[in-house]
């Protein structure tokens, strides 16, 4: 295969291997960033004989076997699964277990959702099945429709329509008059994540929250529905949880530590992430008639979705009644934990992981993901058999408990944080594929690594590498729109001229969660999209006639995924130095400082101009007699913050930074003798030590289980990041004091990290004078 040659950043990382140290060759630079020459040779081959095993049938018939039977959490397919995955990372020479924990999985006892007025209309909550496809029929092991960890509940009331039920959906509903309290809404899926729906209804003083998907967004207005497209079809049902993750993910009973057999449990009584209010998804077929059942103000412009009616907001004569009630078991979850040891650093781990449970069947989520991992570890266990070790410890992870609550990754790393917390150096986690365009999220202190990575691997499709694609797709920017945004422009320039492509940051929503925000472990999430659409996201039709008629049917991009990810796992298993890069982290880290001092002005001078108008009389004279709104109510004026220790902080990163790539240069300077082959260990050690110096130990204002101090889920976004959590959302929750407090902590955390660098730089050796 082409061996690419690395487009090199300034301050990439060369060293040369003698029998006394590592020595530059400013001559022969190797391509690899923390490999010598001859080691970076080394790697080339082996990642040659590793590329050369991913096969595209073995992946087809890995998912037509995971994803056969529905297979989640406490289904008996779940553990056949596990099993199967066992035995093969077995007899692929992988020293491998089953590690069980106990969690709450509450599954529907009733379900119920009717029209009580006007007129009369019970909801199906049934998929039916499609003729073509063999394992839609499987009905007496579905799991039925449903949000997990709804609370039950049995409500009547009048219905409101909320749009997304995102928060500025219900500053929209004050500008109409309309409250939900006491209400029951029904709020369309999309826009932020599902739990962030039932858990603003409540706070607005809600009821009840039913969640459908409007074809707007993935049905019949996108393209042809399933079985003939891959959209969703009129009973096609979202299930997902709803439990308040942004306060702790993971078995609900036992926060933060793990779900072992003899643990400490709470009640139930003393669970915080339950829903408020009982909560129930349903499709389009069964959302219409109640929609059509809305009087009151038609729904803003942008609150319509696709369905041949007039949207309105209610609430009016349109009444239903919700029903619902849970088994509240406990189940027991078979995560499948796989090693490979290291030869040189054996207490250094590249972690790697995929879940293997599914709402139903799974076939893209998460099956797509799952089958690519397995040929990786198929791939690395054919290099075993040739000779090759890994220098650190590879340890693969097939999670199972995802869907509910990112269950199996949360309770394995809570149940090993002391371990994982000496010895983890990167989590690297994939959840389903589709095809398309590489996404990569994650630290960014791997951003330049994984841009190598990428450089390395071919699109399938094109025969361009998938880092020039991705390029190529962001200069090209948001399709449909000739936009020449300052935004848009500036992130065009960055596509053309940065050295690396930037990454996106991790909110939540996938097992890295527990890696990246509880425990300060550096984390990536990879896979590919954006040429795969559909519409059958945790329904019983994400299943192999689906996947095989119309995601990535040849499992081309499968197979892309599978070497991808076994590049990176091998390259930061084998690399001398772990190839960790700080002046990417910096700049990043330098935007979301200047992205806060942005927010807070312009939330002052928005909050300064809305006072002006409303003392204006602004909205009274604009306003359409005939159809009133409510003018918004004047607010205090935000002060001037004090978020000088954060430019602090960040001041003291940028010398660190700066101090580690000079002692890096040095040690590869010219004639110079580099760092001692003895000197390694602490040099990694101190480089695992920085992702740790990103976390307090008492987290987030509010959520102690979220630590990082840099990357967080936002407490209602859900899946979305808030960067600089502390600092960011109590400023856009008008906490001011709260606000200058976290800019001190996170000013010192900033500090705490460049200290580690500078740690890191000095046990590379003195640089130059
Ligand atoms: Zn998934």
Known sequence: MRITRFLTAPLCIFLVATPQGLFAAAADPPALAGFSADSARTEREAENK??????????????????????????????????????????????????????????????????????????????PQVSVDPTSAQQNEQLPSYNAYSIDGDVSAPLVYVNYGAPDDYKELERLGVSVQGAIVLARYGQTWRGIKPKLAAEHGAVGCVIYSD????????????????????????????????????????????????????????????????????????????????????????????????????????????????????????????????????????????????????????????VALLEE????????????????????CVWDGEEPALLGSTEWAEDHADELQRKAAVYINTDGNGRGFLNVAGSHTLEKFINGVARDVKDPETGLTIWKRM???????????????????????????????????????????????????????????????????????????????????????????????????????????????FTDFTDTVRR??????????????????????????????????????????????????????LRNGLAALERASDQYDKAMNHAMDGDAAGPARASLPA????????????????????????????YAPGLYTGYGVKTLPGVRESIEEKQWKLAEEQAVRVGKVLENAGEKIQSAAAAIGPAAP
């Open 50 to 127: 590793f590329r050369a095993v991913p096969d595209r049938a073995n992946l087809r018939q890995y998912m037509e076997r995971l994803s056969a039977r529905p297979h989640h959490v406490g289904s008996p397919y779940d553990r056949d699964n596990a099993e199967w995955m066992l035995a093969k990372f077995k007899e692929w020479g992988w020293d491998a277990q089953i590690e069980n924990y106990d969690v709450l999985f509450p599954t529907p006892k009733e379900r119920l959702l009717e029209l009580t007025a006007p007129g009369h209309f019970t909801a199906k909550l049934r998929e």
């Open 215 to 370: 074809p707007r967004d993935d049905g019949y207005f996108q393209g042809e529905t399933y079985p003939a497209g891959p959209f969703r079809p009129a009973d096609g049902v979202q299930r997902g949880s709803v439990m308040d993750m942004p306060i702790y993910p993971g078995d609900p009973l036992t926060p933060g530590i793990g779900a072992t057999k003899d643990a400490k449990r709470l009640k139930l009584s003393e669970v915080t992430t339950l829903t408020k209010i009982p909560t129930l998804p349903i499709s389009y077929g069964d959302a219409q008639p109640l929609l059509a059942a809305l009087t009151g103000p038609v729904a803003p412009e942008n609150w319509r979705g696709g369905l041949p009616i007039t949207y309105r907001v209610g609430p009016g004569a349109a009444k239903v009644h919700l029903k619902v009630s849970f088994n509240w078991d406990t189940k027991t979850l078979y995560d499948v934990i796989a090693r490979i040891p290291g030869s040189t650093y054996p207490d250094e781990w590249i972690i790697r992981g995929n879940h293997h449970d599914a709402w139903v069947n799974g076939a893209e989520d998460p099956v797509a993901g799952t």
């Open 377 to 396: 570890a198929r791939g690395l266990g054919a290099l075993l058999r040739q000779g090759w070790r890994p220098k650190r410890t590879i340890v693969y």
């Open 471 to 581: 390029q190529m797709r962001r200069i090209e920017g948001p399709r449909g729109s000739a936009s020449a945004s300052p935004t848009l422009q500036q992130d065009r320039q960055d596509a053309r001229q940065r050295p690396d492509l930037r990454i996106a940051a991790l909110g939540s929503g996938s097992d890295y969660s527990p890696f990246i925000d509880h425990l300060g472990i550096a984390s990536l999430n990879l896979g590919f999209g954006g040429e795969d659409e559909g519409g059958i996201y945790h329904s019983v039709y994400d299943d192999f006639y689906w996947f095989t008629h119309f995601a990535d049917t040849e499992f081309s991009y499968t197979r892309a995924l599978s070497e991808t990810v076994g590049l990176a796992v091998m390259r930061l298993a084998d690399a001398e130095v772990i190839p960790f890069d």
């Open 592 to 645: 979301y400082v200047d992205e806060i001092e942005r927010l807070a002005q312009t939330q002052r001078s928005d909050i300064l101009e809305r006072n002006r108008e409303i003392d204006d009389g602004v909205f009274a004279a604009t306003q359409d007699p005939k159809r009133p709104t409510v003018a918004p109510a004047k607010e205090p004026v935000p002060p001037f913050l004090n978020l000088v220790p």
């Open 683 to 710: 040099i990694n050690a101190q480089l695992i030590s920085v992702e740790r110096a990103l976390t307090l130990a008492d987290g987030l204002p509010g959520r102690p289980w979220y630590r990082n101090q840099i």
